[in-house]
T-cell receptor, first 113, second 113 residues
């Protein structure tokens, strides 16, 4: 596609529920990144993928967070047993190759009640 | 460990006046440095990027930034502010071979008529 797309654009969920956030990178981009933007923490790096593999998962806030990428394209960020502190905007970015300019999607705004 | 400090969470300038947004970084290796802009309800957009070539980097919309190693600074400037420049600006750093981008807390720029 023309740019990085993310869905849903907004998600409201109850505490304790699981949520899945989706990212469609720019076609042909091999690297994909997830970030979180929240009032208290600013913009935080979560995880990146080179192809389908994620070499560094240390940025994920807890073991309730997981991410996968299949077919070298779409990625899903899953949050299990959501907590109120998970409320944030989750941003996805992609780049043609690792180390090149990252292009950001519009984000998914998650609200945990 | 890398870090970024943006001085001033809010900056106000008059239309037509000089814009100066301050950023200082910390990195144990020569860094990549970035400025991103986020307009209301939109995703992050790359303004400019320093990658150890010229120390004065020109970006989009008339913005530029100068890398000063001795001051560990990467301040963003624009000679004449426009109303359309009102947005939040993020300074960011990454290590050359590390694709984690570490963002500053952001500076919201207000343009006064």
């Amino acid at each position: 596609g023309a740019g990085v797309s993310q869905s849903p654009s907004n998600k409201v969920t109850e505490k304790g529920k699981d949520v899945e956030l989706r990212c469609d990178p720019i076609s042909g981009h091999t690297a994909l990144y997830w970030y979180r933007q929240s009032l208290g923490q600013g913009l935080e790096f979560l995880i990146y993928f080179q192809g389908n593999s994620a070499p560094d998962k240390s940025g994920l806030p807890s073991d309730r967070f997981s991410a996968e990428r299949t077919g070298g394209s779409v990625s899903t960020l899953t949050i299990q047993r959501t907590q109120q502190e998970d409320s944030a905007v989750y941003l996805c970015a992609s780049s043609l190759h690792l180390g090149e300019t990252q292009y950001f999607g519009p984000g998914t705004r998650l609200l945990v009640l | 460990a890398q870090s970024v400090t943006q001085l001033g969470s809010h900056v106000s300038v008059s239309e037509g006046a000089l814009v100066l947004l301050r950023c200082n970084y910390s990195s144990s290796v020569p860094p990549y440095l970035f400025w991103y802009v986020q307009y209301p309800n939109q995703g992050l957009q790359l303004l400019l990027k320093y990658t150890s070539a010229a120390t004065l980097v020109k970006g989009i919309n008339g913005f530029e930034a100068e890398f000063k190693k001795s001051e560990t600074s990467f301040h963003l400037t624009k000679p004449s502010a426009h109303m359309s420049d009102a947005a939040e600006y993020f300074c960011a750093v990454s290590e050359i071979r590390d694709d984690k981008i570490i963002f500053g807390k952001g500076t919201r720029l207000h343009i006064l008529p």
